[in-house]
């Protein structure tokens, strides 16, 4: 299937960079471009995207806005570009419920792969972003994206969602989950989902953080 993609950047040097890279790719359709939050939710809600690519640092509505609204009105997955030094703008994303987070110096590949991967209902976290996390989270003087205490609705997962919230937190696609505990891909998808419900989660980027905060 075609994956179609909205990219929002408010850079036109950057967003011509993006849309020149994606279109040249097979597999994948750029419907629209916006310069700003706001008309990347104007889009959004217009042409149903398979998922935005989201600056964070945009005038009128900010990407993190924008991710929180086209999250909670099930518009599209979103892929948000950040900078090394923006950790305040990666922590929003992640409680707004961003799929995926990529540098904005990636390689063309790395962009291509981190589309495809978020497309197919996968989370994705630039490696460099995920030490910073991880870090984030081992100081405890510092303010957190979420309650480090363990989540309450923990208790109420079962044991096969234990485990796959375990590997989400090591990172492993739901192929490689399915391998893992020996379980067809599409029964990985349904653990995920059941799981995300249960801990009130809004991708499987912020499980995969919490299940690194928590130790499982």
């Given amino acids: 299937m075609t994956i179609r993609v ?28 916006a310069a700003d939050g706001e008309e990347a939710l104007a889009l959004a809600r217009e042409l149903r995207p398979d998922l935005v690519l989201m600056d964070v640092r945009m005038p009128r509505l900010d990407g993190v806005s924008a991710t929180r609204v086209v999250v909670a009105e099930g518009l599209a997955d979103v892929l948000v570009l950040t900078t090394f030094d923006l950790d305040e703008y990666v922590f929003g ?17 790395e962009l291509l792969t981190a589309v495809r991967t978020v497309a197919r209902g996968e989370g994705l976290i630039a490696p460099a972003v995920t ?35 375990s590997c989400l937190g090591e ?15 599409a029964t990985v998808k349904t653990h995920v989902s059941r799981l995300l419900g ?3 989660l809004r991708s499987r980027v912020q499980a995969a953080v919490l299940a690194q905060e928590l130790g499982i």
């Fill in 131 to 165: 030490r910073r996390l991880i870090a984030e989270f081992a100081a405890p003087t510092r303010v957190r994206p979420r309650d480090a205490a363990p989540h309450a609705a923990l208790g109420t997962l079962t044991r096969r969602e234990r485990e796959v919230l």
């Fill in 93 to 109: 994303a992640l409680r707004a419920g961003a799929a995926g987070f990529l540098l904005k110096d990636a390689e063309a590949g």
């Fill in 171 to 185: 990172g492993l696609s739901n192929a490689e989950i399915a391998g893992r505990l020996e379980m067809a891909e």
């Fill in 6 to 33: 909205l990219v929002a950047e408010d850079q036109s040097a950057v967003r011509a960079g993006l849309v020149l890279i994606l279109r040249a790719a097979p597999g994948i359709e750029v419907v629209g471009q």
């Fill in 198 to 200: 249960k801990l009130e």
